[in-house]
């Protein structure tokens, strides 16, 4: 960093310049495993609104996986109590969230428990379960999609799951695939994921393969009006029942933060340059791509 510039995002995922369809994992620390911010009473609160609003979009399960989400909900409860203690409280079968006082009794979660898990912490949890085509999504705690449908994914393997996904079946399909069962309960691993939007919301379920952008964005309006939305995702197999668990926690922030960070605005406009262009349409870039290219320009020429 240089005098000129400030902390920015927390996470650059697109920060070497580069774009490469790879699957970018690396070894996690089981102690960083969940991660706890500034956002964390409003995104619980936005959790509860969604699910009292429409449980079913983004909470599901088959039947079969309830010891499987009874197990993530017990890993968690100790990861909390070992790493972050002043988040929850735990009596008679009883758990508080203390930032903002809801209490839940474990017994009404019983069979649901990744429900619970997911209102516990700002990550969104998907358990994948061994099948004949490879991995299938049994279980989810989902508030936070960033577009796409929970219902058009449960019960699907990894292929399927990445259908639309510009480049997985020729380039992932198959390394994801034997990853996945190679994959060991003590060597969890973490990966990050980047994408544009013109909308910061934290649930969206449509919005791929967009040909028009809602407002019109121009180079001027580009740093307020479009968001950096960061995944960071871990995968750990579950030791007792064999499954993996897979979490996704999500960063939005708006284009202005790169405002002073030209090092991270070049790079940026350098991934999006090598980006193909079937990722591009599928990301929804083309109704604003020129005019992100030379808002971002602008901002990396500040480093003079
Ligand atoms: C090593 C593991 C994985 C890799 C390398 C991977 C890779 C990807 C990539 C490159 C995308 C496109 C995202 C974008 O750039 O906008 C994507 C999307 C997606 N991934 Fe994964 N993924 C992995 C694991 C999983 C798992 C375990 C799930 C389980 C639910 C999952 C569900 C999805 C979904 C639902 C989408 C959006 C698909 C759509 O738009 O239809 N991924 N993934």
């Not at 699910?51 to 088959?62: E, Q």
């Not at 009883?94 to 069979?111: H, L, N, P, Q």
Request: negative net charge; aromatic residues 8%; glycine residues 8%.
């Amino acid at each position: 960093m240089t005098a000129t510039e400030t902390a920015g995002p927390r996470y650059a995922p697109y920060a070497n310049g580069k774009f490469a369809l790879t699957m970018g994992l690396v070894a996690l620390d089981p102690k960083d495993w969940i991660d706890v911010d500034g956002n964390r009473t409003l995104e619980l609160q936005e959790k509860e609104r969604l699910l009292a609003a429409d449980r079913k979009a983004v909470f599901d399960d088959l039947h079969g996986s309830e010891e499987a989400q009874r197990e993530v909900l017990v890993l968690l409860l100790e990861h909390l109590e070992e790493h972050h203690p002043d988040l929850i409280g735990f009596e008679d079968g009883i758990i508080t969230v203390y930032e903002t006082g809801k209490s839940y009794r474990m017994a009404d979660f019983a069979d649901h428990a990744l429900d619970l898990a997911g209102r516990l912490v700002q990550e969104d949890f998907c358990l994948m379960r061994p099948g004949e085509e490879g991995y299938v999504l049994i279980a989810a705690s989902l508030c936070f999609p960033a577009r796409w449908v929970l219902a058009e994914k449960l019960g699907q393997p990894m292929m399927r799951i990445h259908e639309r996904v510009s480049g997985y079946a020729e380039k992932l399909g198959r390394p994801v695939d034997r990853f996945f069962e190679h994959l060991r309960s003590d060597k969890p691993v973490q990966r990050l994921n980047w994408s544009i939007m013109d909308d910061p919301a934290l649930f969206q379920t449509g919005g791929k393969f967009r040909t028009e952008a809602e407002d019109a964005i121009t180079p001027e309006n580009a740093g307020g009006k479009l968001w950096l939305r960061i995944e960071r995702q871990t995968l750990r197999r579950l030791e007792t029942s064999g499954d993996i668990l897979f979490t996704i926690r999500t960063f939005v922030d708006p284009m202005s933060s790169l405002e002073g960070r030209p090092d991270l605005a070049a790079a940026l406009r350098s991934s999006l340059g090598e980006m193909p262009e079937g990722m591009q349409r599928y990301k929804s870039l083309p109704p604003f791509r020129d005019a992100l290219l030379c808002y971002l320009e602008r901002v990396a020429a500040k480093a003079a």
